[in-house]
């Protein structure tokens, strides 16, 4: 069965931090791309990491700008995305993605891209 159960977001205050975890079922874990996206109300979705598995090589959108990394875990099938220096403008619905395995990454961050998707986990920044 085919799983992303997305956890770890919640309200911070501007310049705070969170975490937040994809566990992945097995079959989309290995030598796959996977990403983070985000969408906010009104908005489309956008992407903001991704990483291929096997090489745990990254993608960033320049947004980011320094403040966010992606990274796994492969003892425990688990993606990440620990972002810094949270702001307002990050306040969205966070995804986590995976493609088929042994595809690839574009590297276009593009949702389309992507096959199998999580439930979300919201993050919020006060202004």
């Known amino acids: 069965q085919v799983q992303l159960v997305e956890s770890g977001g919640g309200s911070v205050q501007a310049g705070g931090s969170l975490r937040l975890s994809c566990a992945a079922s097995?079959?989309?874990?290995?030598?796959?791309?996977m990403a983070w996206f985000r969408q906010a109300p009104g908005k489309e979705r956008q992407g903001v990491a991704e990483?291929?598995?096997?090489?745990?090589?990254?993608n960033y959108a320049d947004f980011v700008e320094g403040r966010f990394t992606i990274s796994t875990d492969n003892a425990k099938n688990t993606l990440y995305l620990q972002m810094n220096s949270l702001k307002p403008e990050d306040t969205a619905m966070y995804y986590c993605?995976?493609?088929?395995?042994?595809?690839?990454?574009?590297?276009?961050?593009?949702?389309?891209?992507?096959?199998?998707w999580g439930q979300g986990t919201q993050v919020t920044v006060p202004s």
């Open positions: 990483i291929y598995t096997g090489t745990r090589a990254t």
């Open positions: 097995e079959y989309i874990y290995r030598s796959n791309c």
């Open positions: 993605a995976a493609d088929n395995p042994h595809r690839g990454c574009t590297w276009s961050l593009r949702p389309y891209d992507y096959t199998y």
